[in-house]
């Protein structure tokens, strides 16, 4: 029997770890040991299947990027940076503390999501399969990070990360990058969304394997006049705002997943016709009777929504999600609302976009289009024969 070690490091959403049990219980049917270390151990409840548990090694920022107004979302580089990727005595604690795991758990191949310490010691050393959405498998081929928006510029020195990161991993006895982008390259690598919704759309050569869906998205109905509202878990309390007061005028209309939403709000938006509800919906049956699906930019809604041809008002509370937002606006299949900005006007954002019937055409032909698209897009199928060519079966 062989191990395929499933690492998570970084980030919130608990995408990534329904993401790896999928991945897992495909291959438990070719006789795979499964191991998984989790960011978040305590959420294993999300995985498809059981396997060995463990604790992943963790980031370290420095003190100084601690600081909020030190921190950086201009490239990959500045993030991973502000996560502590320059900080040499750090860097070489969390680097020696993956080399030590993977010695003790000996796996046949390592599948990173939004893992980059997993991957920098697993590369030419192990197997490794580096996954995830567009913006966390950034293309491993590059020379250097892009800039990824234009509220500030770069802050940091790739070349002098560069060099820390190499120093880094001589001392571990590894071999130096000759370029950063190398830590997300692996022996394949499999992302799981839209070109649309791909950050790196106009850097990345390789095909997308596409999103992974629970269900087939369904077309809206043309008569479809709901409003679905997917307040996800924790990032409700986010928001430096109170949406419910701008979701009111039109709560006769709303279906609303909040699992997180205060009982006051929730009776509020019930009385005033609301349907209000504490756990997921089914997802693509909701979407298709939706004029309008506003949430907080999560890539998995995000592609279903496309898929579906239902417009977008995103509210993003990180990069990530406006990252999402922004390439939804863009490709005018929505709008985007960076919660951060001092004006925040929902209500008029609501309003314009379910007056712009152009929008909603232009989903629809979007939706048709993405769905057609799904017929070649084979996630599951592409992640199971990458593996077990990788594993020698």
Known sequence: MKTVL??????????????????????KHHDIRPVFALKHPEAAHLLETEAEIIQAPPWLATASNENHSLRSTATMHDQLVSAGLADEHNLRSLLQSWDDLLKTITPDLVVADSAPAASMMSLGRIPLIVVGNGYTAPPGDMKRFPLLHRVHPPRWNEDETLGTV??????????????????????????????????????????????????????????????FVYLSRGVLSALPFDIVPALLPLASRLITSAPDIASGQSDELVRRGAQVHSQHLPLSETLASARLVIHFGGGGLAAHAIAAGIPQLVMATHIEQLL??????????????????????????????????????????????????????????????????????
């Open 166 to 227: 190499n120093r880094v991993l001589r001392s571990l006895g590894r071999p130096p990058l000759e370029r950063l982008p190398q830590i997300f390259s692996g022996d394949a690598q499999i992302v799981l969304t839209f070109p649309v919704l791909d950050p790196y759309d106009l850097q990345r050569s390789a095909p997308l394997a596409g999103p992974i869906f629970d269900s087939p998205p369904l077309e809206g109905r043309k008569d479809a006049d709901n409003i």
């Open 6 to 27: 499933f690492a998570w490091e970084q980030g919130g959403g608990f995408g990534h770890i329904a993401n790896l049990g999928r991945f897992a219980a495909l291959l």
């Open 324 to 393: 999402n937002g922004l390439q939804i606006e863009n490709a005018r299949l929505g709008k985007v609302i960076d919660s951060f900005e001092p004006q925040v006007d929902v209500a008029k954002s609501l309003d314009a976009i379910l007056a712009d019937d152009g929008m909603r055409h232009r989903a629809a032909q979007a939706g048709h289009e993405h769905r057609e698209m799904l017929t070649n897009m084979k996630p599951l199928e592409t992640f199971e024969a990458a593996s077990l060519k990788l594993l020698g079966k």
